[in-house]
Every structure is written in C-alpha cells, then in structure tokens.
C-alpha cells in the first residue's frame, strides 16, 4: 500500500467516523426531548395569591431593550401583584433612554408598574463580573414572593410568564428555568449557533437536573425564575460575584442547599438571540465554551476537534476526493467511495437541520455553511482555554473577566 492509498483510507475512515457521529447526534436528540419535561400550556387560571418581579439586567443593551421590554410589558397578567425593573449598570449607550421611553409608550392600566433602576458603580477591591451586580443591586430592593431574571436579548409570548408562575408553584419550584429556543439574526449565528444549539441538545442534562437525587444541576440564565426565600438563603448574585457562568453556579447552589430546581423546554415561550454579529459571537463563545465543559481542557480542545470532524471534514472531503479521483490512475474507487462517505455526511448534518426544523420550526437557511460554521467552532475552543486560563482578552462587552482584576 503506498502513501496516496494510506491517505485516501484515512480520509474515508474519518468520513465515516464523521457521519456515524452525525447519526448519534441525530438519534440522540430525538431520544433527550423525546422525555424532555415542557413548559404546561396556559390554564387561563390568575395565580391570585402571590407577588412577582421580573428583573432585566442591561448593559449597553440599547439594540434588544425596546423589544424585550416591550413583550414583558405587554404580558398576560401572572398574578395580583406584579413589577418589572430595568436594571441599568452602567451603560454608555442609549439602553437607559430606550427603556424609560420603551415604558412611557407601551404602559397601560392593566400592565405592571416598571422602573428603571441605576445599579451604580461597582465597589472597588471587589470582583463582579457580567450581570451579577446588577441583579444584586435589584434584590436590595425586591420584596415579592417570586423574582423572574430575563436576559435583554430574549423575547416572550404572552403567556410565558403565566404559565411559568403557574407551573413553577404546582411543582414547588425554588427555581424553575426555561431552556430558550435559539434563534438567528447574522450570518455568523446561522453558521454556529445551529451546531452549538444541537451539541446542548444532545448533552442535555434534563433527566439528572430535574431528579432531586443527582448532583447535576443546570439552569438557562436567559429564564430563572426563583422563590425569593430559597434564593436569599443560597446567597443570591451576591454570593457568586465573581462567577462568570453564574446560572449554573446558581442552579447548583440551589441543589445543594436542598432546595428543588425544575428545568424545562420553553421553546413555544421563549426566544433568545444572542449575537447581533460575528465579534460578538467570538467575544460571548470564546468566552463560555471552556467554562461550560467543566474548566476541561481535554474537553474543550477534544469538543472543538469533534465539531471540526463531523461538521467541517465532510465538506473538505467531498471536493478533494473527486478531484483525487479524477487524477489518480489507480485508485479512482478508493477515492469516490471517500467521496460517498462524506456525502453521507454532509446528508447526515441535513438531517440534524430538518430534524430542528420540525422541532423547533428553525429554518434551513445557511444550513450548507455549517461546514465554515464548524471551522469557527474549532476555533474558539482553543481561545477559550487560552482566554479563560491566562485572562488575556477575556472580556464580554469589552468588560475584562480576568480573575486578578477587581471591576
């Protein structure tokens, strides 16, 4: 066997290795939300006795405020008494000016008091980082019963509120939370966040978050909804002000206090979109993905080759291995059977696509750039760990998170 047969059958075991790892993520998404727990649908009953606040942390969100704002205020009423506070911290753009016109225009009798609310500076020799001070700056002054944290880049139905407060007392949540649908704007969201939104899918920790016996705990820091007793007695944002993924900080907090935590699909309720263009996106994954596998670099720098292998060599195959072909004087089949190996799998990631597409009613569009998609992906992991681990240009909305620098 010389050289070019040695390559063309590593091309084609790898092609194959791609598509059977394409197939896996295919079964298994349908398996995880086959058993996935949902959001109940509105019983059109008012939770009458109780009080809610939904508090919305904002900095430098001037480009989402309006439109997130807007659908709270305009929710189906959850409960006899309820309020929404804009927590402002510190931002240099026009999201303070949006947010008070946002409420002048919009507000209504029958719609809950809103303010917004100056979080102030954040104290020197202390280390807060993202949405932390904020929210805790908010707790000062919140007595309800009930307090729903939303990100200003999401964007509720009607009824989301209701129908969370409703659910979340039945099952006596103490922190109910709502996993978001994912969805697009820019191109450089229609290349990844398809791919990253099937990789949560698949490591959906749903089973073991929701089962008060396993020491899995994850919550979406887009929804949180909590009982504010059982938030104050784990501490709070306060308590982990230097966490930068603080939702799961959070929702592990909430286990091991002994308290009950519900996770659940808010996909019909919930949208979230999270990048308005690529540095964003660069800047918000390079900053999370080494963090959310658990501080691993083998998991991070072997999830990032992974994407590469399933999403991005099956496109690089195809094109080389029929030129190949044509070229070559005796391997011609070796290299088209490569060539059929990774256009299996470039059918396979097809196959994710329409899958989420009848799902989660996420379009096609753009879905033959998740090889380029796959490239990034393979990209940020190494950033991460470099980011996350030496502090250099670990940042999120141009604020540092390094962990020597008190903000």
Not at 134 to 149: H, K, P
Not at 348 to 367: C, G, I, Y
């Amino acid at each position: 066997m010389n050289l070019i047969q040695i390559v063309a059958l590593v091309a084609g075991v790898t092609a194959l290795a791609a598509g059977i790892g394409l197939s896996i993520l295919r079964v298994g998404l349908q398996r995880v939300f086959a058993s996935a727990p949902t959001l109940w649908k509105n019983n059109d009953e008012l939770v009458t006795d109780t009080s809610l606040t939904v508090v919305i942390p904002a900095f430098n969100e001037a480009n989402n405020i309006e439109g997130c704002l807007t659908h709270v205020l305009m929710s189906d009423k959850p409960c006899s008494h309820w309020e929404v506070l804009v927590v402002d911290d510190q931002s240099s753009d026009d999201t303070v000016k949006i947010a008070e016109q946002t409420i002048g225009t919009v507000a209504r009798a029958d719609q809950p008091v809103a303010a917004v609310l100056q979080a102030g500076p954040r104290p020197k020799g202390e280390r807060w980082v993202g949405k932390n001070w904020g929210c805790s700056q908010a707790m000062e002054r919140i007595r309800t019963e009930w307090v729903l944290f939303i990100d200003a880049d999401v964007t509720l139905t009607p009824d989301a509120i209701l129908r969370a407060l409703q659910q979340s007392i039945n099952e006596k949540a103490d922190l109910f939370s709502l996993a978001p649908r994912l969805s697009c704007g820019c191109l450089a969201e229609w290349m990844v966040q398809p791919i990253i939104a099937s990789l949560l899918g698949l490591g959906f920790p749903i089973l073991e978050a929701n089962d008060p016996d396993s020491k899995v705990a994850f919550a979406a820091g887009p929804f949180m909804l909590f009982r504010r007793s059982s938030y104050n007695s784990i501490g709070g944002h306060r308590a982990l002000a230097g966490e930068v993924v603080e939702d799961l900080a959070l929702a592990r907090r909430i286990k091991e206090g002994g308290f009950r935590l519900r996770y659940v699909l808010g996909i019909d309720a919930v949208d979230l979109q999270m990048y308005a263009n690529f540095e964003a996106l660069w800047e918000g994954w390079s900053k999370n993905w080494f963090l959310g596998l658990d501080r691993s670099i083998s998991k991070s720098l072997g999830a990032g080759g992974v994407v590469l292998l399933m999403f991005t060599l099956p496109w690089l195959l195809v094109p080389t291995s029929l030129t190949m072909a044509l070229l070559s004087n005796h391997d011609q089949i070796l290299w088209l059977i490569d060539a059929g190996f990774g256009l299996i799998a470039i059918l396979m990631q097809l196959s994710v696509r329409l899958w989420t597409q009848a799902r989660f009613s996420v379009p096609l569009r753009h879905w033959w750039l998740m090889g380029i998609g796959g490239v990034i992906i393979g990209l940020i992991a190494p950033t991460s760990v470099w980011k996350s681990l030496t502090g250099r240009g670990w940042t999120w909305k141009g604020r540092s998170l390094a962990e020597d620098q008190a903000l």
